[in-house]
């Protein structure tokens, strides 16, 4: 599996910014995918994640209410849509693909076996 990341952009606070994981390969109802995010100096953080057998989604308790993550699977693509950006989300978005993942391993970046190239999101005060 192969995935491509790209939407990150300079915003303002409050603004919306809409991220986009375009995953290639073999994607089936086993995996999970999601945004992890990573900001210079800290360690990558879960972000969100959503599994394609049933929609299910998960979301870190900092971006819950903000963030949606959701998948279109005709394009085989997983999309953030960040609303309301605070300073404190800059960082390196990643999206992430894993099989079988159970609910309690879906917050782990280890979890994961395929990764995109991150793509830049900054927010400015």
């Known amino acids: 599996v192969q995935l491509q990341a790209f939407g990150g952009g300079l915003v303002q606070a409050g603004d919306s910014l809409r991220l986009s994981c375009a995953a290639s390969?073999?994607?089936?109802?086993?995996?999970?995918l999601a945004w992890f995010r990573q900001a210079p100096g800290k360690e990558r953080e879960f972000v969100t994640a959503?599994?394609?057998?049933?929609?299910?989604?998960y979301y870190a308790d900092s971006v819950k209410g903000r963030f949606t993550i959701s998948r279109d699977n005709a394009k085989n693509t997983v999309y953030l849509q960040m609303n309301s950006l605070k300073p404190e989300d800059t960082a390196v978005y990643y999206c992430?693909?894993?099989?079988?993942?159970?609910?309690?391993?879906?917050?782990?970046?280890?979890?994961?076996?395929?990764w995109g190239q991150g793509t830049q999101v900054t927010v400015s005060s």
């Open positions: 959503i599994r394609w057998s049933d929609r299910s989604t």
């Open positions: 390969g073999r994607t089936d109802r086993s995996y999970a």
């Open positions: 992430a693909a894993g099989v079988r993942l159970i609910v309690s391993s879906i917050r782990f970046p280890t979890s994961y076996n395929f």
